[in-house]
């Protein structure tokens, strides 16, 4: 979901000013004569994405948010999905090992049911 990785200017640029960050993106037309924000992340001071929003409908409706939580080395440790209704779906807890290296994402439903998990994997070649 997250476009994190994709841009990660975007939290060098919320680190750099010390100050929090909010990106909207937008989509528009081909004739330009219609704009509507389609995507939206904020960053804290850290440069670390807490909060991402995705819109349907021309921008009129919220697709889903989500909320991301940090431990105090700085890793990825919660993230909580919220529907479309502003309800949470799912939340995913990540676990690291001894290097900081992100080994496994737990899946849990809006009950707190663990519903599945990824193993991450690393081989060198």
């Known amino acids: 979901m ?10 060098k640029l919320a680190k750099s000013k010390g100050r929090k960050l909010t ?15 389609d995507h ?14 995705e819109y349907g409908d021309y921008g009129r409706h919220l697709t889903w948010r989500s909320e991301y939580f940090y431990n105090a080395k700085g890793q ?8 479309e209704r502003n309800k949470p779906s799912k939340v995913r807890k990540y676990e690291y090992d001894s290097n ?12 707190g ?11 060198y070649e």
């Open 100 to 111: 900081g290296v992100c080994t496994r994402r737990l899946n849990y439903g809006a009950n």
């Open 40 to 53: 939206i992340e904020v960053y804290n001071a850290q440069g670390q994405l807490i909060e991402e929003f």
């Open 76 to 83: 990825l440790e919660k993230e909580i999905i919220y529907n």
């Open 23 to 37: 990106v909207k993106e937008w989509k528009t037309t081909p004739d330009g004569k219609s704009k509507w924000v």
């Open 2 to 11: 997250s476009a994190y990785a994709d841009y990660p200017e975007r939290s």
């Open 113 to 123: 049911i663990l519903n599945s998990y990824r193993q991450f994997e690393f081989s």
